[in-house]
């Protein structure tokens, strides 16, 4: 009798992704779905989705939803957090959402060490309005309103959000990945579920950006949109962990005790 070995998390709802081709949203979406499940949170877990591509993510994820303005998200989680504290609560956003509108936001819900979790997905461009520059394009990648590539002089340098977070005080876990390849994708989901581990300790704020591909903006095949990323995108956004004090802040708390 053959054995199963591979489902659908459970709170992953069963409808049809509306993602083109390639776009790593739905791997992500069922990174966190599987984490969830496998936390046991899935009564207490909080989601707010984007303005963007995600902004539909609760009708994938069958958990606690609630859409938050553009890029409005870590605002929202941290009042949800401090009326609800036993809640698990995360915002999934774009580059654009955190980056551009909500940067604001970002910057000090972090700055603050709100116990709240951000699941980043950077695909270097505003992926549902027509492939516009983001915060996050790279210099010399075209887009609609950088058709000749983005120009440092005009258009300025790429943020780069684990670095410039890290550098905070109030931030404890901030980890970039990738998901273009198995690999990638088995660490991404070790990444997710220790961020919201960090929240579940009570130990602040962890977010995990997750390069991701995006062919029909990048004019790619998926395949190669996924070879990008190796080739010329994590060279700019190398991965990797950028600030990991769950051990130390454990300790103090301890100590404290």
Not at 45 to 66: E, H, K
Request: charged letters at 20%; proline letters at 5%; hydrophobic letters at 35%.
């Amino acid at each position: 009798m053959a054995k199963k070995v591979f489902s659908r998390p459970k709170c992953l709802k069963e409808a049809i992704f509306h993602y083109c081709p390639g776009c790593g949203h739905s791997i992500a979406h069922r990174l966190v779905a599987e984490v969830i499940d496998e936390l046991g949170i899935r009564g207490t877990a909080i989601g707010i989705p984007p303005a963007g591509c995600a902004v539909l993510a609760y009708n994938y994820l069958d958990v606690d939803m609630i859409e938050a303005q553009h890029g409005r998200g870590p605002a929202m989680a941290s009042g949800i957090k401090r009326m609800l504290p036993d809640g698990i609560v995360f915002s999934y956003q774009g580059d654009g959402d955190l980056a551009a509108i909500g940067i604001a936001e970002s910057f000090h819900s972090a700055n603050r060490g709100e116990n709240i979790t951000i699941i980043f997905i950077n695909n270097a461009v505003y992926g549902m309005t027509g492939g516009q520059m983001a915060p996050t394009t790279i210099l010399e990648q075209k887009t609609t309103t950088t058709p000749g590539g983005r120009n440092k002089t005009s258009e300025g340098y790429p943020v780069k959000v684990c670095e410039l977070l890290s550098s905070l005080d109030g931030t404890t876990y901030i980890e970039r990945c990738a998901v273009n390849s198995p690999a990638g994708v088995n660490k991404t989901k070790k990444a997710i579920k220790k961020a919201f581990q960090c929240q579940i300790d009570g130990l602040g704020f962890s977010l995990v950006e997750i390069l991701s591909p995006c062919p029909t903006n990048w004019k790619m095949t998926p395949i190669d949109s996924c070879k990008w990323i190796d080739t010329t995108m994590s060279k700019v956004f190398p991965l990797g962990v950028f600030k990991d004090n769950t051990t130390a802040v454990k300790k103090s708390r301890e100590a404290a005790s």
